[in-house]
């Protein structure tokens, strides 16, 4: 016999897919469980690894050394002032804090961790044989063709028109590639609940009746 959470999973996976049909008070109720336990879980692990042991230890352990923490902790509770209608501009301060900080830092992680890379992936040799200059050769064609389609201080005709239409094509095959991965990506996502619903919950179910 199926256990109680074998039971509860199997619900609610059924309510997800019977959105396939139309969408139903089913489905809602699904998909409202799925939020608030999403969001419960998001504020335990915030809680759990990020405040606790970042704010609340080190000021507990060692306020001398970690006093300035508190102009932390204090943004974080201005932000909470939007609710709060006659102080809800004070919370645009430290949301100006945040957004700049966390601008500061995003753009240098992603210039070290994806733009110099890529442009390091993209100036590849042609010096090779065989099918790794052809690759190569093709990649070289299609990073200068899409950049020149991006190039919007020079007019579109002749000989420019004509490498940003190659370009508008290298986008579609990527573009096309990249929709394929998240569809199989979805599909796997149903073989998967699909499996579960056979093997974890129908099979002893039946095992259980008969």
Known sequence: MPSLGTWLA???????????????????????????????????????????????????QDFHA?????????LGVILYFRYVKRVAWVSRWALAVYVGYYVGVNMMQKLHGEVIPQIG??????????????????????????????????????VVGGVSRIGIWFLMISFGAAFGYTVMGRVSLLIGRMVFLVNEWARPLIGSIT
């Open 121 to 158: 992936n993209t100036m590849l040799s042609l010096r090779y044989s065989g099918v790794d200059t052809l690759s190569n050769l093709v990649m070289v064609v299609g990073v200068l063709a899409v950049l020149i389609y991006f190039y919007f201080s020079a007019e579109h005709k002749g």
């Open 10 to 60: 199997a619900f609610f996976t059924l309510c997800m897919l019977s959105f396939l049909y139309k969408d139903n008070p089913f489905f809602r109720l699904a998909e409202s469980f799925f939020a608030g336990l999403s969001l419960g879980y998001y504020i335990g692990i915030v809680m759990n690894q990020t405040l606790k042991p970042n704010l609340v230890l080190p000021l507990i």
């Open 66 to 74: 970690n006093w300035n923490l508190v102009f932390a902790a204090g």
